[in-house]
């Protein structure tokens, strides 16, 4: 069994491993402070997701990220769209109804096998990711 909230956890803890390794390809102070700011802000929606799914709370608490923190390049916006789509997906995780439940979790354990083929540094991880279920990196609960 899938322990859910756990998962959401890693992938956080992912996204904000991804702006860490950022920080030392950052070009200024601009854009040195616009990551740390991002980082600060996944760490508040992380550390209550069922508060933050709700984008009208996370814009009223100042908690909207920049963009700009998660592209290396100009033109590889991956990263913000990976984290972006399960913000959206987010407050279904949650649902009373089965079909939207199950659509959150498809998307969480989508967005954090994408996150961790983004951190990976193993150069076979081309030909190693594509075969790797999703469920693989999925916290697992005790029954």
Known sequence: ???????????????????DKRKSQAKDEVELK?????????RAVAANPRKYADYNAR????????AEAFMPTPRDN???LIYSRLLWKLPDLWSQFDYR????????????KQMKY????????????????????AVKKER
């Open 101 to 112: 439940r199950q659509e959150a979790q498809k998307a969480l354990l989508d967005a954090l």
């Open 78 to 80: 991956s990263v913000f």
């Open 1 to 19: 069994m899938i322990d859910y909230d756990a998962t959401l956890k890693t992938f956080f803890d992912e996204v904000i491993l991804f702006l």
């Open 34 to 42: 616009r990551i740390v700011d991002t980082m600060g802000i996944v």
């Open 59 to 66: 814009v009223q608490d100042g908690l909207v990220e920049h």
């Open 118 to 137: 983004k951190n990976a540094t193993n150069i076979l991880k081309d030909l190693y990711f594509p075969f790797v279920s999703p469920e693989r990196y």
